[in-house]
């Protein structure tokens, strides 16, 4: 019998006490799993909406720290933006957080300029697109069909003023298949927002390096007061709900640290002090006392192990459940990456070497005369 | 080196209090709150919801509402969106100086004049009232701190305002000021027997891109107990104010005499 079998072995003798530990580390694992994944996931979501757009640069307010920065007057850093080096287009984009029609649950509504490359990358799965800037019909994400239980031709009333369903897309990105897409026109006319926008996004030509999009950004601090050109990245950084979502997470990975730590430790002295004897004859026996160590560690970390990778799997499925929730539909998009998932493991491994060291420290140090007299 | 940090320390103590004293002083605040309200334009989207005395919660009603607000005039334009009873009834109201709100009441329609209109009549059947907005009480003479008090999870202070006018409807108000924020947190109306009106509660704020602090949610409570809840949804603190958007205020039905303090 090698040591790791004698360590499942220890584990299986009390299978009460160690089904209670691997609970409560899966359970925290779970909540570290969930909700990094569900931070992750909406900054992912973000980025690849404008990833997905072919948007190498944006251009907003400095104050911006909403999930869409505060809308300004577009015109005129628009005309500036164009004469920048390497520049092909600079196109405005307006959106909004609305309910559309009485009892439905609020939708992004966003409004794009009309026939410019943000439209690209979508792709039409029924019906056709708005064939003119001002033509009174919007496009529909194909999870926004399902969730608002519309299809072409469909009326839908935003703000108060009526729409026809011209068309149904899909996106690459999960918050744009939950959208109303209108044209930008449309969007200031309904939001009472004339030449307003929240951002404007850059595309830049194919010979740009990025030492020129560097200098893009130093031109429009120095040429733009109040306004600054960052990347999609760095406009999701700043957004206070992936904040916020984020300063959670890091919360939950402490607590659930600590007291997965604090249940390895406990469940670990517990199980030293109930096999002092037991230690004190294999100690008797010529057994090292670094062995004896070496098969506390193996026990707790085969306890923690088994609940990170229990957490892992009991996270995923908190999370699915949560994403395919009526009113969560759409807003969830979590990510777990497999270096994540790894790192989440690495946790787990971790858990187990903090909470059993003092117990196998302890065990190693138990001397073999007084430990075979222990009752 | 130790009389020069027991110096520092010491102009330190005498200079607190004073700081303190000067920016809690009523007068001081009921400026600075009249001061933040102004503003060359701006607009307002709100979802309202009507919780009856009995929980009973009616279906939302959304408005929006335009301003322009500075110490010689303030001008405010309340739009109805939805649903289709409400959609383009527009209310105006106008307030020059300290003088009397003037409201007028118009439908998108051109045919459609637009009529006078009693600056008290509630928003769409809500709690919200044309007067209310215009926070007119910030101008009241003398007003005087009532102690400081703890409104959700926020300090603030109480400025107690109240007016000799026999016309008004409101005599006094109370308002549970945040002084950091310029924001009011609390604000009790009380009618000529102290008898309380209605009490508008902030219950979460948001900071602007300006930098200012504005409610984004509130509740207004009736002296029957109905709550109307009051979301800001969109909002935008540059508005472009066109020559068009106070002109039901050029009117004659606006510019003739109304009174301004009749109930409904």
Redesign the interface.
């Known amino acids: 019998m090698n040591l790791l079998s004698l360590a499942f072995g220890n584990i299986y003798r009390r299978p009460a006490r160690a089904g209670l530990t691997v609970s409560a580390i899966s359970l925290g694992i779970a909540a570290v799993v969930a909700l990094t994944g569900i931070a992750w996931g909406f900054e992912a979501s973000w980025q690849k909406a404008n990833d997905a757009r072919g948007t190498d640069l944006i251009v907003t307010r400095i104050a911006s720290e909403n999930a869409m920065p505060s809308p300004f007057r577009a015109e005129r850093v628009q005309e500036a933006l164009k004469g920048y080096p390497h520049v092909q287009q600079v196109v405005g984009l307006l959106s909004e957080m609305l309910s559309v029609g009485e009892g439905s649950p609020p939708v992004f509504v966003f409004g794009w300029a009309y026939g410019s490359y943000l439209w690209d990358h979508l792709k039409l799965v029924d019906g056709r697109w708005a064939s003119a800037d001002t033509e009174p019909v919007v496009v529909i994400g194909s999870l926004a069909a399902e969730l608002l239980h519309k299809s072409v031709g469909d009326r839908l009333e935003i703000e108060g003023q009526q729409f026809s369903v011209a068309g149904v897309f899909e996106s690459p990105a999960a918050i744009e298949n939950g959208a109303v897409v209108m044209s930008l026109t449309l969007a200031q006319q309904i939001l009472d927002k004339p030449g307003k926008v929240n951002i404007l996004n850059v595309k830049v030509d194919e010979s740009a390096t990025p030492a020129d999009l560097a200098q893009f950004k130093s031109q429009v601090r120095a040429t733009l007061p109040g306004f600054v050109a960052i990347t999609s990245g760095e406009l999701v950084g700043k957004n206070t709900v992936v904040r916020i979502s984020k300063a959670m997470s890091h919360a939950t990975i402490l607590i659930a640290g600590l007291v997965g730590a604090l249940v390895v430790f406990n469940t670990m002295l517990m199980s030293i002090n109930e096999r002092t004897r037991e230690i004190g004859i294999l100690l008797t026996v010529g057994w090292q006392r670094r062995t004896v160590m070496q098969l506390v560690f193996y026990e707790s970390v085969i306890l923690t192990l088994a609940g990170g990778l229990i957490g892992i799997l009991v996270g995923i499925a908190i999370t699915g459940i949560l994403e395919h929730m009526e009113v969560m539909r759409g807003k969830i998009d979590a990510v777990f990456s497999p270096s994540f998932l790894v790192a989440v493991v690495g946790l787990s491994v971790l858990l187990g070497i903090a909470g059993g060291l003092f117990p196998a420290l302890k065990a190693a140090r138990l001397r073999p005369a007084q430990a075979l007299w222990h009752e | 080196m130790m009389r020069r940090g027991s110096a520092l320390l010491l102009a330190l103590v005498l200079i607190a209090p004073a700081a303190d004293g000067e920016e809690l002083a009523p007068v001081a605040i009921a400026q600075a709150m009249r001061q933040v309200r102004h503003s060359d334009g701006f607009?307002a989207?709100m979802?309202i919801t009507l919780v009856a005395p009995t929980g009973q919660r009616a279906?939302p009603i959304?408005i929006?509402i335009?301003g322009q607000i500075a110490a010689a005039r303030e001008r405010l334009v309340i739009r109805?969106?939805?649903?289709e009873r409400i959609?383009?009834r527009f209310i105006a109201a106008e307030r020059s100086g300290d003088g009397p709100i003037r409201a007028v009441t118009y439908r998108e329609s051109a045919a459609a004049a637009p009529a006078p209109a009693d600056s008290f009549i509630p928003i769409f059947d809500s709690n919200l009232v044309v007067w209310d907005l215009f926070a007119p009480w910030w101008s009241w003479p003398e007003p005087h701190l009532g102690g400081s008090a703890r409104v959700g999870e926020d300090d603030c202070v109480n400025v107690r305002l109240h007016t000799e006018s026999a016309a008004s409807p409101i005599r006094e108000v109370v308002s549970c000021v945040d002084p950091n924020r310029h924001l009011s947190l609390r604000t009790q109306l009380f009618d000529g027997r102290h008898s309380p009106v209605r009490t508008i509660l902030v219950e979460e704020a948001m900071r602007?891109?300006?930098?200012r602090v504005a409610a984004r949610k509130f509740s207004i409570t009736g002296a029957d107990q109905a709550v109307t809840e009051i979301e800001v949804?969109?909002g935008?603190?540059?508005?472009?104010v066109s020559s068009g958007t106070f002109a039901a205020l050029d009117t004659p039905a606006a510019t003739g005499n109304q009174p301004d303090h009749a109930m409904p």
């Open positions: 607009a989207r979802n279906l959304k929006s335009v109805g969106i939805a649903p959609r383009n602007q891109a300006s930098g949804y969109s935008d603190e540059d508005y472009r």
